[in-house]
T-cell receptor, first 113, second 115 residues
Framework: AQSVTQLGSHVSVSEGALVLLRCNYSSSVPPYLFWYVQYPNQGLQLLLKYTTGATLVKGINGFEAEFKKSETSFHLTKPSAHMSDAAEYFCAVIPYNNNDMRFGAGTRLTVKP | EAEVAQSPRYKITEKSQAVAFWCDPISGHATLYWYRQILGQGPELLVQFQDESVVDDSQLPKDRFSAERLKGVDSTLKIQPAELGDSAMYLC?????????????FGPGTRLTVL
């Protein structure tokens, strides 16, 4: 079954530093790929998604992610972290052969002043 | 801005009691999803509706969980009886259609604690 692995349940960066959140999927056929953010006591908000076409995807709040088929990865990055970026981030996939969205376990991002 | 509404936001109950959660999707959204998010994990789909019909409930524990969307608009998820392991965040989401590229919009969730 299609699975999503997020490396690192917790990531801590300093304000202004690069943010890198890792996501790998297991599938020989690339799925659709998503990144969601969840602030405390709130629902999930879509940051960005990859379906087809350009492998570098830009999203909201300055985030972007690059689809690398050879590495089965879809890592999320942001050049300079803000305090407001502190939240839980979820990578998700929709496999090529069905419509079920499957989420990774999440990565909690902490931003230090 | 249109949002998915859920109530209550928090619910504490004792095991063996019945609980119910309500979701009102964004107006015009035909597809509605219920997810369960256990602490420290990502959301898992429980049930998907297309209008008033269940499209996928393969992960719904049907011995104790039920879901309905009678008029194809708002939806109710019920647990009876609640068990300790049901403690989780229950998220509702909606989308225009069931297509893979239809963005899912999530509500704020209902946090259930079973004592």
């Amino acid at each position: 079954a299609q699975s999503v692995t997020q490396l690192g349940s917790h990531v801590s960066v300093s304000e202004g530093a690069l943010v890198l959140l890792r996501c790998n999927y297991s599938s020989s056929v690339p799925p659709y790929l998503f990144w969601y953010v969840q602030y405390p006591n709130q629902g999930l908000q879509l940051l960005l998604k990859y379906t087809t076409g350009a492998t570098l995807v830009k999203g909201i709040n300055g985030f972007e992610a690059e689809f690398k088929k050879s590495e089965t990865s879809f890592h999320l990055t942001k050049p300079s972290a803000h305090m407001s970026d502190a939240a839980e981030y979820f990578c998700a996939v929709i496999p090529y052969n069905n419509n079920d969205m499957r989420f990774g376990a999440g990565t909690r991002l902490t931003v230090k002043p | 801005e249109a949002e998915v509404a859920q109530s209550p936001r928090y619910k504490i109950t004792e095991k063996s009691q019945a609980v119910a959660f309500w979701c009102d999707p964004i107006s015009g959204h035909a597809t509605l999803y219920w997810y369960r998010q256990i602490l420290g994990q990502g959301p898992e789909l429980l049930v998907q509706f297309q209008d008033e019909s269940v499209v996928d409930d393969s992960q719904l524990p049907k011995d104790r969980f039920s879901a309905e969307r009678l008029k194809g608009v708002d939806s109710t998820l019920k647990i009876q009886p609640a068990e300790l392991g049901d403690s989780a965040m229950y998220l509702c989401a909606s989308s225009l259609g069931p297509g893979r590229l239809d963005e899912q919009f999530f509500g704020p969730g209902t946090r259930l604690t079973v004592l």
